[in-house]
């Protein structure tokens, strides 16, 4: 349950986009960089070229808009992802996209042949803009993709289309994931070739069991119709996966023989280890054991070699990543929270393992294994759970050591080229802008870039202030906050508390964006409000196993008591009206914020609830069950520690608003939460956005509407301004 897209600021991305690499997209081939590693490709105005990242004004055209122009046609394609052939001779380009629930992972699909000059469209006799994933085959003769939940392979010598699978449909899924396998395993792409070309290994997930979510579309059609979508919640039963392997030139599929029950494991994770073998993980309904196995692909053939469980919760996040091989895939990188902190473990094919990161510090993400150079790159940040810094550590393990610069404080991003040497780096701060630059590596050495654009050097940045406080638990809490302009401390100030606190995400983080609300409008600190944050227990901030996983069975709960003690150490600063006091979120961020308001309601006076999970039983079950545990036996973690439950307690202000055309968290949890606080006799505001999903942003004015909406209930019931 994260923010919606859109909302949470990727630095990486972001930064990345600014400094103009290749980074386009939010799924699919991200930086395409040349063979040595010195230069990558990137679409500029309707062509790709390639830049040499040592000479930074040097470029070379590879696609020009006259190549990229189709037969009969008069406009170049808008090319939205590329990728190039090993042998760099084709380029597959994604164009007319659309999006699939998040992202825009269905399109059209073209190849250009360099060497012959020609620009062919794939798929052809398939529907507009349905291919999926497509991918080169090895040796690039051939491409593979999904579309209408089949695969198909494709021979790019004379366009002749093998269609791989047939049985699938809206519910029988190959090649790619239902609703909930992608919004909460990251799983997309759902196939692979095999290192050799000659078979594909791929996912089927059998969803015809899953109940459909009837949301209702009142607004498109003079008589309303249902949107169904193929959604579990909590206690019911997954979507049956398994993955099978099937000749790339077809024939009968074999199902790798995974132990345990194919409905009640999940298979997050696939990979080919070589061409006659698959790596993958397998999950527990619990989500509390992980099983590592290889599968010998012509038999079906399953070997476990690595286990792990935890009392809470394992995170297999990375879903389409696949392994980090060392020693010619004799070897791989692995992370696990067994000791207490985020580690990074050498494991062989018999499971042996051998700690590679010691210390009491978390691995925040691998970057870069450079093999030849005998060093792995990650992100950590040891000292401050706000901040990131790409760190190295030998292969063979031992000590990190940091090489951003100390003087670059604040969130660092890195895209490290595939020899180790060059990374294309973002760097922003809350005081600061977001830059890129080219820097070498291990050095650090800037080669390009590092200017702030001029337009950016005129927008007015909060001045936000990082603290922690220590609850009346005992525990520190990181927070910021964003004092009004010309504060005077004899006066006594309005407080608006921003809050998520659920484990999808942090708040609390120094980078750019951060101390500032794009709802409001105006400038808060101009009108006279304090602005804050505090992260609670249960956020991912890089704090150690037991920080992360203390809110197992305990959303609702033990984040909601963080965040108010800590409340309450901030509302102690004498120039802070407690009889002025609000709090917002959106998504687990409205749930948390109808929490505070109606468990705590002696301190939020004031609230403003966004898309929240009213009731926790009607969310995704890979979600929720994730965090809260399984249903008969964990039903009352559910019901006592959801907003409905506290619903009678409500005393302060509150605004609900909801999309009713979320696909995330469905509209029927704002008309539960409307039933309860009817029941008990609670007064309150509440805006529905017709048709809006999850991001509440579809449709003309949406989004000044909602600002509006937001803005003038705040104003109205939290005045702004010091007394």
């Not at 309150?684 to 003309?700: L, V």
């Amino acid at each position: 349950m994260n923010f919606p897209a859109g909302r949470r600021l990727s630095a990486a991305v972001a930064f990345l986009l600014t400094l103009g690499s290749a980074a386009q997209a939010q799924v699919g081939p991200g930086t395409q960089w040349t063979k040595d590693g010195y230069g990558y490709f990137q679409v500029k105005q309707d062509e790709i070229v390639e830049l040499d990242v040592r000479q930074a004004d040097k470029s070379r055209t590879v696609l020009s808009k006259q190549q990229l122009t189709p037969q009969g046609q008069s406009e170049p394609l808008r090319v939205r992802r590329f990728a190039l052939s090993d042998d760099g001779k084709l380029v597959l380009l994604n164009t007319n996209t659309k999006k699939v629930w998040r992202y825009d992972t269905r399109g059209d699909y073209w190849v250009y042949n360099i060497a012959a000059n020609k620009l062919t469209q794939l798929g052809k006799g398939r529907p507009e803009s349905s291919l999926m994933f497509a991918k080169f085959s090895p040796d690039g003769s051939r491409v593979a993709y999904v579309s209408g939940h089949n695969l198909y392979v494709e021979n790019l010598t004379d366009n002749r289309i093998t269609q791989l699978t047939q049985d699938g449909t809206d519910k029988l899924i190959n090649g790619t994931f239902d609703w909930v396998y992608e919004e909460e395993l990251d799983c997309r792409d759902g196939f692979r070739w095999s290192p050799d070309g000659q078979r594909l290994a791929y996912w089927q997930l059998d969803a015809r069991k899953t109940p459909n979510y009837l949301m209702l579309n009142t607004t498109e059609k003079l008589y309303p119709f249902t949107v169904p979508v193929e959604y579990p919640v909590v206690g019911e039963d997954p979507s049956r996966c398994r993955v099978g392997v099937v000749a790339a030139g077809g024939g009968e599929t074999k199902w790798m023989d995974v132990p345990g029950d194919a409905v009640q494991h999940y298979i997050p994770r696939m990979e080919w280890a070589d061409a006659n073998t698959l790596i993958l993980q397998q999950l527990n309904r619990r989500q509390n054991e992980s099983k590592l196995m290889l599968c010998t692909a012509a038999t079906g053939a399953a070997k476990p070699i690595y286990s792990e469980t935890d009392k809470a919760w394992i995170d297999a996040k990375e879903g389409a990543v696949g392994w980090n091989w060392i020693d010619k895939g004799q070897r791989f990188v692995w992370s696990s929270e067994k000791d207490g902190w985020r580690h990074l473990y050498a494991v062989d094919r018999s499971g042996k393992e051998k700690l590679l990161t010691p210390g009491d510090y978390d691995v925040i993400s691998i970057e870069n294994i450079d093999e030849a150079g005998g060093k792995i790159y990650f992100m950590a940040s040891p000292t401050n759970a706000t901040q990131t810094y790409l760190y190295q550590v030998p292969l063979q393990g031992g000590k990190a050591t940091r090489l951003t610069p100390q003087n670059l404080a604040g969130s660092n991003g890195y895209d490290i080229s595939p020899n180790g040497k060059i990374a294309l780096h973002t760097y922003s701060s809350a005081s600061s802008f977001p830059v890129g630059d080219v820097v070498s590596l291990p050095a650090h050495q800037r080669l390009s870039g590092g200017e702030v654009p001029e337009q950016a050097k005129k927008i007015k940045l909060p001045k936000t202030e990082f603290f922690q406080v220590k609850t009346a638990d005992g525990v520190t809490l990181d927070g910021w906050m964003v004092k009004p302009t010309n504060f005077d401390p004899a006066k006594k100030y309005p407080i608006v508390f921003m809050v998520y606190g659920e484990p999808a995400s942090q708040t609390v983080v120094d980078r750019f964006g951060t101390g500032a609300n794009r709802l409001y409008q105006g400038s808060m600190a101009d009108d006279g409000y304090i602005y804050a944050s505090l992260e609670n227990r249960g956020a991912p901030a890089p704090r150690g196993r037991e920080f992360r996983k203390a809110i197992y069975h305990n959303i609702g709960a033990l984040n909601i008591r963080d965040q108010a003690l800590g409340a309450k150490e901030v509302l102690k600063n004498k120039w802070v009206d407690t009889s002025r006091v609000a709090v917002w979120g959106w998504s687990g961020g409205g749930s948390s914020t109808l929490s505070l308001l109606m468990q705590y309601p002696q301190i939020y006076k004031t609230g403003i609830s966004i898309a929240a999970v009213d009731n926790q039983l009607n969310y995704d079950n890979i979600y929720q069950e994730r965090y809260m545990g399984l249903l008969p036996e964990d039903r009352h973690f559910f019901v006592d520690n959801s907003p409905l439950a506290h619903a009678k307690n409500l005393r302060g202000n509150l605004l609900l608003i909801h999309g009713t055309g979320d696909d995330n968290v469905h509209y029927n949890n704002a008309e539960q939460m409307i039933n309860e606080l009817v029941k008990n006799g609670k007064t309150f505001q509440m805006m529905a956005y017709p048709n809006r999903t999850h991001g509440i942003s579809e449709g003309e004015g949406t989004s000044k509407h909602l600002a509006a909406t937001y803005t003038k209930f705040l104003k109205e019931n939290c005045p702004p301004g010091g007394r």
